[in-house]
């Protein structure tokens, strides 16, 4: 079945028959003229299906400002375009995954703790116990790796989840932090942040006994005690 | 009444004395950070690259974000753009950045670790006021991140 496309728009501009108020450049068009016929064909003629939610989450982004006044044109739309996945859903350009975009209407549904991988748990605590011993019990934002552990998690996360799964994973690696800091203080009741952990404080913690002393109460991992006995 | 005066004063320096004692140890210790990108350049509805500032060493033992703003330094004739804010944990908030330089607070980080690589970039919204065929933005910001620890 041959396909059908209507290039009546190009006549129109080499003519100059086509609304100057509309487009001020070849290609450009006021925001307020999207819906008509002849735009919605230029974007058909484009490859463009005005239906996707890679569109509509593109020209929300474009009319947010609320000014029909404004200009664009296709390449700008599909550019635009290509920032959303097929759902509509931003992806972050550094590691390619959608779903971490905190908007008003899912901020209630990350702050819940859920079923997140093991292997991503033990990831962090073996991160979060090796820079806590080589940094002294220091949080070195320069050199730490824990974004690296939150990457992965989400790989592992269907889209929306991913960030619920971090907000339970950040409860976690508080937990892991805490339980550590009560062992060096334990072993050295004058130990501080900063100052060399004694050989051997945290042989006694293992990522089972931290997890073992965490109970849920709300929307928090609470430690009810640490066990620090070695 | 003097002995009323009396019990009255003996009450609120009670008062005073508990607060000391008890609500001066819950009120945590703050501390902040301020890091500036490069100068993001985006157009025709793309992206800019994305910049990465650390947060260097973060005090204390449990740290927590209480509020994070940015400084935009927007090019002038700048068209409309949206500056997205990537937590060391992942999480990121989007806002319509400012057409005219000045500070926007951003909120959604709050309680967040603020230790690690933070991520901003910008994404040009492809809309021009005049009819560019290339409409352009550029900013350079400054995240300051404020914490209690």
């Known amino acids: 079945m041959s396909k059908i496309t209507d290039y009546g728009f190009l006549f129109q501009q080499m003519l100059g028959t086509k609304n100057a108020k509309s487009a001020s450049v070849i290609g450009s068009f006021q925001l307020s003229q999207l819906n008509s016929s002849s735009v919605q064909a230029q974007l058909r003629a484009a490859g463009i299906d005005t239906n996707s939610a890679q569109y509509k989450a593109a020209i929300k982004e474009m009319t ?167 | 009444m003097k002995r009323v005066t009396k019990r009255v004063f003996a009450a609120v320096m009670a008062c005073m004395m508990a607060c000391l004692m008890f609500v001066t140890p819950v009120l945590a210790a703050t501390n902040n950070f301020s890091k500036t990108t490069v100068k993001l350049n985006a157009i025709s509805g793309g992206e800019s690259r994305y910049s990465s500032v650390t947060s260097g060493s973060v005090s204390g033992s449990n740290p927590s974000i209480t509020k994070v703003e940015l400084y935009c330094n927007v090019a002038s004739g700048t068209d409309p753009y949206t500056i997205y804010v990537e937590s060391p944990k992942g999480t990121i908030k989007s806002i319509a950045g400012p057409t005219k330089s000045g500070n926007v607070t951003i909120t959604g980080f709050e309680g967040e670790n603020p230790s690690g690589t933070w991520t901003i970039w910008i994404k040009n919204k492809g809309v021009s006021y005049n009819g560019n065929i290339y409409p352009a933005s550029t900013v350079t910001i400054t995240l300051k991140v404020a914490y209690s620890y």
């Open chain 1, 64 to 230: 947010q400002n609320g000014n029909g006044a404004m200009f664009t044109n296709i390449q700008c739309i599909k550019n635009s375009m290509k920032c959303y996945d097929k759902d509509g859903d931003y992806i972050n350009p550094r590691n390619g995954l959608a779903g971490l975009v905190l908007t008003d209407e899912n901020a209630g549904r990350q702050k819940r703790i859920i079923s997140i991988s093991e292997s991503s748990k033990d990831e962090m605590f073996e991160l979060t116990k090796k820079e806590f011993l080589s940094e002294n019990g220091v949080l070195n934002g320069d050199t730490t790796k824990r974004r690296d552990v939150y990457d992965n998690l989400y790989r592992k996360t269907k889209k929306d989840d991913r960030l619920a799964a971090g907000y339970t994973m950040e409860q976690y690696e508080r937990a892991y932090r805490q339980a550590f800091i009560s062992a060096v203080k334990q072993a050295d009741s004058n130990w501080e942040i900063g100052k060399p952990i004694p050989s051997g404080a945290l042989n006694g913690i293992t990522r089972e006994s931290v997890e073992a002393n965490l109970k849920k109460s709300g929307s928090l991992l609470t430690q009810a005690s640490v066990d620090t006995r070695i």
